[in-house]
Every structure is written in C-alpha cells, then in structure tokens.
C-alpha cells in the first residue's frame, strides 16, 4: 500500500504550458489537449489510475482546486522540485486530508 502525506493540485488558470513538472515528475503530472497541465493517480501507486482533467467517465476527476491528487512518498521530493521551478508558480501543495480526499470523490 502506497503511503501518502501530500496532495497536490494545478491551478491551470496561471499555467503557461511549458511541461516542465511532467519531465521532473512525469508520474504525477500530465499534459491535456489544451495545452495545460494536470495532476494524476498511476495505478502502480494506488488503486486505480485517475487523471484530473476535468473529462467525463471512469479514470478522470476535477480540475482545478477540487482535482487533488495524492503524492506518493517516493514523489514528493520530484512534486516539491516541481513547485520549486513552475514558472507559473501554480503547482499547490497541502498536506494529505481525508477530508479533502472525500469531498473530491464525492
Ligand atoms: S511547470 Fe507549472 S506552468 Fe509549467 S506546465 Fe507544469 S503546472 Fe504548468
């Protein structure tokens, strides 16, 4: 069972495209058809995938502030360093929260 203490969302209203978070952390972040960037769940860390991208249908969330997706404790160093050089400086991490976790799969 993967562990988790952060979670961590994309404001893409202040992203600028460049990718930069997906070659740090391409198990976190991927990039949508519109040229901005959303988080992500991979299946290998927990118990199915899920891409916050605001599509419809089974394996796609919210974006935004209410699409968070867990960080495995192996990424966090990777999702830190993301933040660290998003030139959009709209990578928002928080401290994991089952509340939070509940209200986005509500
Ligand atoms: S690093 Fe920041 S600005 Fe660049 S694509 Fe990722 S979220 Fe968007």
């Known amino acids: 069972m993967t562990t988790t203490r952060l979670m961590v969302w994309i404001d893409q209203d202040l992203c600028t495209g ?4 997906e070659e740090i ?3 976190v972040f991927e990039g949508r058809d519109d040229g901005l960037w959303v988080v992500k769940e991979e299946a290998k860390h927990f118990e199915s995938a899920i ?3 605001a599509e419809s249908g089974d394996g796609h969330g919210p974006d935004g502030s209410r699409g968070v997706a867990r960080v495995p404790d192996s990424l966090i160093e ?3 360093e993301s933040a660290e050089e998003c030139p959009g400086e709209c990578i928002m991490i928080e401290p994991y929260d089952q509340a939070t976790l509940d209200a986005r799969d509500g």
């Open 78 to 80: 990777d999702v830190i």
């Open 25 to 27: 952390a391409p198990e």
């Open 51 to 53: 891409v916050f991208d």
């Open 18 to 21: 460049d990718g930069i978070c």
